[in-house]
């Protein structure tokens, strides 16, 4: 073996790295976030006892008091780590679910809801109704890079009277790993 | 100004309907945070800097929405929705919408007024 032959291993070797270490690092560094979110997402939901949350329009269990309904939204963006994002593009061509992204909506959606209920809790309501959810579209047609998921919540908070409902305890949810 | 996204607020009647009010905008990330968006496509995970599009994105229509409602003589915007559309990669247009009326205190339903009654006044 002579230098070039040498050059041309290692040129071959630290270009094969370099295409390997993105994914790689994707995979493992996205799964750790990934995990530590949905742990996350967990503490918060068993931490909001006693806010009573509907889809309803009709103000539940409505009490009177000095603070009027009032409208809050949050959202959030999620997106999903490189070799998923390859995954995804493999799935397109045999068709079926994408389960990494059915994943990073229900995370987007739940923390987006959080994020909602943990306000209204914050300006003092202990109730929100009418909670809806929207997504956008900030991809585009940017193709491959762009696998996200933006969701936007708004709901209008009030103060509800009486025993509350506590939101569904947090059971292991069929998209979570 | 009572802003709701129901179209009744408990102990209030609608007096006078304004009309249509609505707000919205377009906006994009500047390019640092579209290629710092790029990279964190690589571990996935929240992306700050598009979170931060929307809540401006969201903020600005809400204003303009609010001061349609305000020219009116509202005191009061029902129903309102969101709905968002996307214009290129990187920007998005957020449209709110909802209807400016004006609300009275709705005696016979209930005797006594809501506590928050002056905000309507």
């Known amino acids: 073996m002579d230098g070039e032959d040498i050059v041309g291993v290692v040129v071959g070797v630290l270009g094969l790295c370099s295409a390997v270490t993105p994914i790689f690092l994707g995979v493992v560094v996205g799964t750790l976030i990934e995990r530590s979110h949905l742990k996350r997402l967990a503490r918060r939901e068993a931490a909001l006892q006693g806010i ?66 943990e306000e209204a809790q ?13 997504s956008a579209d900030l991809a585009g047609n940017s193709g491959k890079r762009a ?17 509350k409902v506590s939101p569904a305890a947090p059971t292991k949810s069929p998209f979570s790993s | 100004m ?24 377009v906006r994009a990330k500047h390019l640092g945070r579209d290629i710092a968006a790029s990279l964190k496509n690589l571990v996935g995970g929240e992306l700050h800097g598009y979170t931060e599009l929307l809540t401006e994105s969201r903020r600005q229509a809400m204003e303009r929405m609010l001061a349609q409602a305000q020219q009116l003589g509202a005191n009061a915007v029902l129903n309102v929705r969101f709905t968002t559309s996307s214009i290129t990669a990187g920007a998005a247009e957020l449209y709110a919408y909802g209807t400016a009326v004006i609300l009275e205190v709705d005696r016979p339903a209930a005797p006594q007024a809501p506590a928050y009654a002056e905000i309507v006044s």
């Open chain 1, 122 to 134: 914050g300006l003092g309501y202990n109730a929100v109704c009418n909670l809806r959810y929207a």
């Open chain 1, 52 to 117: 009573l949350v509907t889809q309803l329009r009709s103000f539940p269990a409505l009490a009177s008091s000095h603070l009027p309904p009032r409208l809050i939204c949050a959202e959030v963006v999620i997106s999903s780590d490189y070799l998923r994002t390859l995954f995804t593009n493999t799935r397109k061509i045999f068709g079926g679910e994408m389960r990494s992204m059915t994943r990073v909506a229900d995370r987007a959606r739940r923390e987006a809801t959080l994020r909602v209920l």
């Open chain 2, 2 to 25: 009572i802003v709701t996204n129901t179209e009744i607020v408990p102990g209030f009647r609608i007096r006078e309907v304004r009309g249509l009010v609505q707000g919205n905008t």
């Open chain 1, 147 to 163: 696998l996200m998921s933006p969701i936007f919540v708004y709901g209008t908070a009030y103060i509800a009277a009486g025993p």
